[in-house]
């Protein structure tokens, strides 16, 4: 039983990695690397698919979608602007390595969108995830960063520290027109605390 859990995580994390280095897009967020320790969990019991993203001082509680790669190989967006879209190819949030997810911002239209006030959390600011378990963990913000469309950002969606990080995404800076996108995007890293 042991050997066949130990040849599919081998299985999945080869499928991981391949989707991960053969999907890359040149002009969204790139998905370049997978943990390579995915599904080795921080806290010893097996984690559920996160269903809420909350952060009391942006008074955001939204509902959170599964999303994969497009088919120009970006990590997908959330349908809704007021839901997060959790990137199922990289950990679940509460396990070792980065938890990625992203929401919108400047929508169009000015419709309200869920990560139209993330540039406003600090460090020191808490996060969380509930899953569909009830279980609720808490991330602290690290750091801040901004990517420009072209800027490698391996480091968003891969870590090697043993350690549970949930990284943040959402558009910033100007409108592009040509490309149909914002000119940068805006990072939060925050690591787990118990």
């Known amino acids: 039983m ?72 970006a990590m997908d967006v959330p349908q809704k602007p007021d839901d997060v879209a959790w990137f199922t190819l990289g950990p679940r949030p509460g396990e070792i390595g980065s938890s990625v997810i992203d929401g919108h911002s400047g929508y169009k239209d000015n419709i309200p969108a869920v990560f139209d006030n993330l540039h406003k959390l600090q460090k020191g600011d808490k996060i969380y995830i509930e899953d569909s378990k009830g279980i609720t963990v808490t991330f602290i913000v690290r750091e801040f960063r901004t990517y420009g469309l072209n800027d490698d950002v391996s480091s968003v969606f891969d870590s090697n520290d043993g350690k549970s990080h949930l990284n943040l995404i959402t558009c910033s800076g100007v409108w592009n027109d040509k490309e149909k996108t914002h000119a940068t995007r805006l990072i939060i890293f925050t690591d787990l605390t118990f």
Request: hydrophobic share 55%; glycine share 4%.
């Open 2 to 73: 042991l050997l066949r859990r130990i040849l599919l995580a081998f299985i999945l994390l080869g499928l991981m990695v391949f989707l991960a280095f053969n999907f890359i897009s040149k002009n969204r967020i790139k998905a370049v690397s997978v943990p390579l320790v995915a599904n080795t969990l921080i806290i010893g019991e097996s984690r559920d698919w996160p269903v809420r993203l909350k952060i009391p001082k942006l008074n955001i509680n939204a509902n959170v979608e599964y999303v994969g790669l497009t088919q120009d190989r």
